[in-house]
Structure formats: structure tokens, C-alpha cells
């Protein structure tokens, strides 16, 4: 299996230039798992008071490996 680093990605737009805030992860399942506990709520909602409602929280696997689970090798019968 292979894990790929996963971005927890705020983006928002302030005076005409989107601007993004980024928690990096080593697995999807560790950014996904901060989305549903709602890990990133307060910097949102903090920066949807300010910005308004152009703004979006998103998972975003990149192509980078982080990690390769690979099988242990069998011992060789007798």
C-alpha cells in the first residue's frame, strides 16, 4: 500500500488574491479524520467572519509518497 501527503487546505479570497492556509499530512486518512472532527472549524469560522463566504476547507492529496507498506518476505520452507 502506498500513502501519499495530504494537504488540509483553507483558501480564501483577500483583495482580489485567493490565499491558502496549509496543515500538511502523511496519510489522507489522518486529514479526512481532522475534517470530521471538525479540527479546522475555528480558523474557518474566524476567517469567514472576516472574509466572507468565498472560502472552502479541502483534502488535497498531492503525488508525493509519504509512505510504502510493503509485505514482509515469507521465510523459505525447509
Known amino acids: 500500500m502506498i500513502y501519499y501527503y495530504t494537504a488540509l487546505v483553507i483558501s480564501?479570497?483577500?483583495n482580489d488574491h485567493?490565499?491558502?492556509a496549509v496543515v500538511?499530512?502523511?496519510?489522507e486518512r489522518h486529514?479526512?479524520?481532522a475534517m470530521d472532527k471538525r479540527l479546522g472549524d475555528p480558523i474557518y469560522n474566524h476567517l469567514y467572519e472576516l472574509y466572507g463566504t468565498d472560502i472552502m476547507m479541502?483534502?488535497?492529496v498531492t503525488d508525493?509518497?509519504?509512505f510504502v507498506l510493503r509485505p514482509k518476505l515469507r521465510?523459505?520452507?525447509e
Open 12 to 14: 480564501y479570497t483577500l
Open 18 to 20: 485567493t490565499t491558502k
Open 24 to 27: 500538511w499530512y502523511e496519510r
Open 31 to 33: 486529514c479526512q479524520e
Open 58 to 60: 479541502t483534502c488535497e
Open 64 to 66: 508525493q509518497v509519504s
Open 75 to 77: 521465510p523459505e520452507g
